[in-house]
């Protein structure tokens, strides 16, 4: 594989050099339009808060392994790695429950509470992205507070029948997928396909050991032992498209299996059976796998002075972790493999009316609702099965008073009931009045949450400026994990329990943008304020249960503030220099943990590159910087600062009447040994994976 990719890059790189620039127009296609595209102004005058557009021709140039790994590259946005197939998205250094997701309007949902999965979306699936960075809750309700990531595969065919076929391979973990898509449109009668197939094995680490609790542990060729996996996705859609009247129903589905690597889980795996380093391919216990079952139905009507909308989905997300059963405590050795099961289902319901009046407003009225029922089994507990009732309105009106000066507002009012059932363990545990009881680890509990939420902005343009301002109010409905957790979190090396009175966390953010855009120079600065009067974190305590560090979820009143900024410099028609940085603050002001920071806080980050555009393809080379980070939260530890090389090349091709672009990525070049601090196997000593290189090939007929 590595062999083959090195052969497929330096072709791209070569023909990069030589190509006589023959192809009119087609060095368009590969552009990254994220931030250099020369209608930013125009774009960022319909909100105003901070939001990137992204295109799918930039998801293929930067695909890293998951979707978030390949977003990772725009200011603000950041892949909490958990594994060689998989990350969780962070905004603004917020994630998990504090961001939503969005897939074609409804909010996705998943275990996102789990620190050990990424999203159960086909990547390759995605026409389009967009990141609103800031409180979002006004529209998506609980769960936007720190952003939200808005994926978007409804897509029209142009013609009768089109598609696309994409095969990829990595160094790093031997990856090796395809990806295909077909549509087409008969009169007004549309229809899209999608298949995604990847499989991947252990993968490399630039260590031979890692320390684990003062024990070291050999790695056989480098790699992470029992971190392969396999991903099958699926989705179907049929549409119709009039004038005045839109409807289109989608059915998806993707399927995830994936190890954990084996000591992770402790060090009861020096006594396993399990021979983990016969293949790097296998997939062993411990493992967990997932999948999720997505029908959506999206429907809207337009008339001359309003469109309504209509958007309906049923989700089913069904995940199981699986070990050797080993006991732990009180517990005994269980039967059976089968240590947690989770089981969810989601009904989502959204409609709006926008209205457009003659005074220049355009009204929007809204409502949401969310119903979810969760069910856990398995020999392990860690959070209970509830149901959670969530509905809303909203109304939002922006008014242009004339085309550079524009206004927004919005207000929203929630209610929420989430019903918590108790647990008791399936075996007894020793009292110190000498009695033997199953011990209740969850407790009943019904609790209903209220929020108002509210929102305001102005956007002035003038000449080649435009400067933004938003400031708002959001909330977060505690979830049921810091609400009923009493288990052991494996990935995190320690106990985790709930606080049933949690009240709703909520965030009061001021968020600023100043954009230059001129032919050659592209500038853009976007500060913000953050203040949680109630944050919701897990506090680290001296007590230790089943051998592990109790963590209780507790709340502070949290200060953050912090900015991106970004400069986009055309040198000449082909060179183009792109340079961009951010910086988090952020400040504990109450609670146990006064005066210190949050827990697994990002540092700041920067990065310059220079890229190169001819007829039909590119190449660009890139330098990732990260300071250190030396503002923890005890018991963590600091984590130096690093930087990578990365290159990026591309090329454009013709296959009779069809295009062929062949796109090659080589992250950490110089294959530098770091730790992210985000990441928790930094807590074993595992570094990030070291050189990966990236090939892929798509054709488009």
């Keep these: 594989m590595t062999t083959f990719i090195l052969a497929a890059a330096l072709m791209v790189c070569t023909s990069a050099v030589n190509e006589p620039q023959m192809w009119p127009d087609t060095a368009v296609v590969l552009d990254d339009v994220t931030v250099t595209d020369r209608r930013q102004l125009d774009f960022q005058m319909h909100s105003s808060q901070s939001s990137v557009q992204v295109s799918h021709d930039y998801l293929q140039r930067n695909y890293s392994g998951s979707l978030m790994q390949t977003l990772q590259g725009i200011p603000g946005v950041k892949a909490m790695s958990i594994g060689s197939g998989q990350s969780k998205p962070m905004i603004r250094g917020l994630g998990f429950n504090r961001m939503a997701v969005s897939e074609d309007g409804i909010k996705h949902e998943g275990q996102q509470w789990g620190d050990d999965h990424g999203l159960e979306i086909d990547q390759f699936a995605v026409e389009r992205a967009e990141i609103i960075k ?384 001129s032919d050659r120079l592209t500038l853009q600065f976007d500060p913000y304020v953050n203040y949680f009067p109630n944050y919701i974190y897990l506090n680290p305590t001296a007590t230790y249960v089943e051998g592990l560090q109790l963590y209780h979820y507790s709340q502070a009143k949290v200060f953050r503030w912090g900015l991106e900024a970004q400069m986009t410099l055309n040198l000449s028609t082909h060179w183009e220099a792109e340079v961009s940085a951010e910086y988090l603050y952020a400040r504990q002001l109450s609670g146990p943990k006064r005066g210190y920071t949050l827990p697994f806080s990002t540092p700041w980050s920067a990065q310059a590159g220079l890229c190169y555009t001819f007829k039909g393809g590119f190449a660009g080379l890139n330098a990732h910087m990260v300071g250190d980070m030396n503002e923890i939260v005890p018991p963590e530890k600091t984590t130096p600062g690093h930087w990578t090389l990365n290159l990026q090349a591309g090329k454009q091709l013709k296959a009779g009447k069809n295009a062929v672009k062949v796109l090659f990525q080589a992250n950490n070049l110089l294959n530098v040994r770091y730790y992210d601090h985000t990441s928790y196997y930094r807590l074993i000593d595992v570094p990030e994976p070291g050189r990966n290189l990236t090939l892929m090939i798509a054709l488009d007929f």
């Design 134 to 517: 800031g409180p979002s809750a006004l529209l998506y309700g609980s769960d936007a507070i720190g952003g939200v990531l808005n994926l978007y595969s409804r897509h029209i065919p142009d013609c009768g029948f089109e598609g696309s076929v994409q095969i990829i391979g990595r160094s790093v973990n031997d990856q090796t997928g395809i990806s295909a898509r077909i549509g087409g449109l008969k009169g007004k009668m549309f229809y899209n396909a999608n298949m995604t197939w990847l499989d991947y094995s252990d993968y490399r680490i630039p260590s031979d050991s890692i320390q684990y609790y003062s024990y070291y542990i050999k790695l056989k060729d480098r790699r992470l032992r029992n971190t392969a996996g396999r991903e099958r996705d699926g989705s179907v859609m049929l549409g119709y498209a009039g004038y005045r009247f839109h409807t289109d129903l989608r059915v998806s589905d993707s399927y995830s299996r994936s190890g954990f690597f084996a000591n992770a889980h402790g060090l009861e795996v020096r006594l396993s059976d399990i021979d983990y380093d016969r293949s790097a391919r296998d997939i062993d216990l411990p493992y967990q796998w997932v999948n999720h079952l997505k029908v959506l139905s999206h429907t809207s009507w337009q008339m001359d002075m309003f469109t309504l909308e209509a958007s309906l989905a049923y989700q089913n997300n069904l995940r199981e972790e699986l070990s050797e059963p080993v006991s732990h405590g009180y517990m005994p050795k269980p039967d059976g493999t089968l240590e947690r099961r989770f089981l969810k289902d989601t009904y989502t319901a959204n409609i709006s009316l926008n209205i457009l009046s003659v005074e220049c407003h355009e009204l929007r009225i809204g409502a949401n609702a969310e119903y979810q029922k969760n069910r856990q089994s398995g020999w392990g507990f860690i959070i209970p099965s509830f149901e959670t009732l969530q509905d809303g309105l909203y109304i939002t009106d922006s008014y242009a008073v004339h085309d550079g000066l524009k206004l927004n507002a919005g207000v929203r009012l929630d209610h929420a009931n989430t019903h918590i059932h108790s647990y008791r363990d399936w075996f007894k545990t020793p009292q110190e009045q000498g009695d033997s009881i199953y011990v209740e680890r969850s407790s009943e509990l019904r609790r209903p949450f209220n929020s108002i939420t509210w929102s305001a902005g102005i956007n002035r343009r003038f000449a080649r400026w435009l400067i933004k301002a938003n400031a708002g109010k959001s909330y977060r409905i505690p979830i049921p994990k810091e609400l009923g957790a009493d288990g052991i979190n494996y990935h995190i090396f320690r106990y985790e329990r709930g606080n049933p009175s949690l009240d709703p966390e909520e965030s009061y953010q001021l968020d600023l943008g100043i954009t230059y855009e």
